[in-house]
């Protein structure tokens, strides 16, 4: 069945570090790939997406390119701040249903 | 436009009691949805509405959860009686029609069955 596996945290960083989260992917056809991100006592929220192989999602200088020879949709950041500290989901949609990987804790630190 | 909201945030029960979660979607969204994350897993499907009928239910875990969208404004998801394994977040998700892609999710209802 389709799923997501993405790597385990938690990740701790300084601030202005280099960012990046695996993320891998199983599925039929073609699904569209997600990064979520939830940030302390809020729910998740969209923070990039690709709908076909080799689209470049970004968004708040995050970016993520769908690869679909390696099944691949890693987050990147080249500077990280203090205010990203977040849980990050990767999903993909297929049909109606999301599937999402565990989640990957970041805090950055100053 | 007020997000997706959901009651209560956190709830306590124990082994056996029924909780009752609520989920109130962006006001004109069509589809809802719920997912459930146990224990710092994956965040995992549960159903899905299309205004008031169940669209997909395939996720629902056993017959203990019953899910409700009467009017087909607000939903419930029901619990009873609940187990142990039953801990987690409960998110509740929606989107307008036509528009799976873009599901905004509320901020989750965290239980505890002790």
């Known amino acids: 069945g389709d799923s997501v596996t993405q790597m385990e945290g938690p990740v701790t960083l300084s601030e202005e570090a280099f960012l990046t989260i695996n993320c891998t992917y199983t599925a039929t056809g073609y699904p569209s790939l997600f990064w979520y991100v939830q940030y302390p006592g809020e729910g998740l929220q969209l923070l990039l997406k690709?709908?076909?192989?080799?689209d470049k999602g970004s968004n708040k200088g995050f970016e993520a390119t769908y690869r679909k020879e390696t099944t691949s949709f890693h987050l990147e950041k080249g500077s990280v701040q203090v205010s990203d500290s977040a849980v990050y989901f990767c999903a993909l949609r297929s049909g109606n249903q999301f599937y999402f990987g565990t989640g990957t804790s970041l805090t950055v630190i100053p | 436009e007020a997000g997706v909201t959901q009651f209560p945030s956190h709830s306590v029960i124990e082994k056996g009691q029924t909780v009752t979660l609520r989920c109130d979607p962006i006001?004109?969204?069509?589809?809802l949805y719920w997912y459930r994350r146990v224990m710092g897993k994956e965040i995992k499907f549960l159903l899905h509405f299309v205004k008031e009928s169940k669209q997909d239910e395939s996720g629902m875990p056993n017959n203990r959860f019953l899910a409700e969208r009467t009017g087909g404004t607000y939903s419930t998801l029901k619990v009873q009686p609940a187990e142990l394994e039953d801990s987690g977040v409960y998110f509740c998700?929606?989107?307008?029609?036509?528009?799976?892609?873009?599901?905004?999710f509320g901020p989750g209802t965290r239980l505890t069955v002790l």
């Open positions: 006001s004109g969204h069509d589809n």
């Open positions: 998700a929606s989107s307008q029609e036509g528009r799976a892609d873009t599901q905004y």
């Open positions: 690709a709908t076909k192989a080799d």
